[in-house]
Every structure is written in structure tokens, then in C-alpha cells.
């Protein structure tokens, strides 16, 4: 025993089951959305230059303000909707920075 259905009865159990709405959890919200980054103010930036001066006076200048910047606006790895602290953004910069050639 077959039986047919016609395009339209197809088309309306498609539409149904993706009305369903019991994957609707798994799907992120656009507001709760995190794009990764974070605005890094001018100020913030010239407070991580100045401490990689300080320790590096002769390299400090071999980091871009683009790099900088990417590594001061990444989310804190402990609670991403949270922005890394000041400290720990320095800290992961003077360390990259002490595997510079002297």
C-alpha cells in the first residue's frame, strides 16, 4: 500500500516540522551573539605600548598597533562575555615579548 501525497501536502509537512520548536534552544540569539572583540581605547593602548617599552626599550616597537590591539580585545578565556583584564593582557604581551632575539 503506497501512498501519494501531493507537492503541496509535502511542502506543508516540511514547513511544519521547521516550525517545531524543539531545536529552538540550540540556536543562539542574535542579541546574545559574541563576536569575539572588544573596544580597546586609545588610552588602553598607549598604557600597553608604554609597560612594552618599559621592559623591552630597544623591541617594543616590533608589535603593530593591529596586533596589539587584537590581543587587548579578545574575550578573557575564564568568561568570554567578559573582556580580558588590563593586567592580563600586558602580561600575555611582555611575555610574547620575551622571546625576542636580544
Same mark, same amino acid.
Given at each position: 500500500?503506497?501512498? !501519494? /501525497? ?12 521547521? *516550525? *517545531? !520548536?524543539?531545536?529552538? !534552544?540550540? %540556536?543562539?540569539?542574535? *542579541?546574545?551573539?559574541? *563576536?569575539?572583540?572588544? &573596544? %580597546?581605547? &586609545?588610552?588602553? @593602548?598607549? /598604557? /600597553? #605600548? ?6 623591552f626599550p630597544e623591541d617594543y616597537s616590533y608589535l603593530s598597533d593591529s596586533? /596589539? @590591539?587584537? %590581543?587587548?580585545?579578545? &574575550?578573557?578565556?575564564?568568561? &568570554?562575555? %567578559? #573582556?580580558?583584564? @588590563?593586567?592580563v593582557r600586558i602580561s600575555y604581551l611582555v611575555s610574547l615579548a620575551s622571546?625576542?632575539?636580544?
Amino acid at each position: 500500500m503506497t501512498t !501519494d /501525497i501531493t507537492k503541496e501536502e509535502a511542502q506543508k509537512a516540511i514547513s511544519e516540522e521547521a *516550525d *517545531d !520548536d524543539e531545536f529552538k !534552544d540550540a %540556536v543562539e540569539e542574535e *542579541d546574545e551573539e559574541i *563576536d569575539g572583540c572588544f &573596544p %580597546v581605547s &586609545p588610552e588602553e @593602548l598607549s /598604557i /600597553i #605600548r608604554a609597560e612594552l617599552a618599559c621592559e623591552f626599550p630597544e623591541d617594543y616597537s616590533y608589535l603593530s598597533d593591529s596586533y /596589539i @590591539l587584537s %590581543v587587548a580585545s579578545k &574575550p578573557y578565556s575564564k568568561d &568570554p562575555s %567578559v #573582556r580580558r583584564p @588590563l593586567e592580563v593582557r600586558i602580561s600575555y604581551l611582555v611575555s610574547l615579548a620575551s622571546y625576542w632575539p636580544n
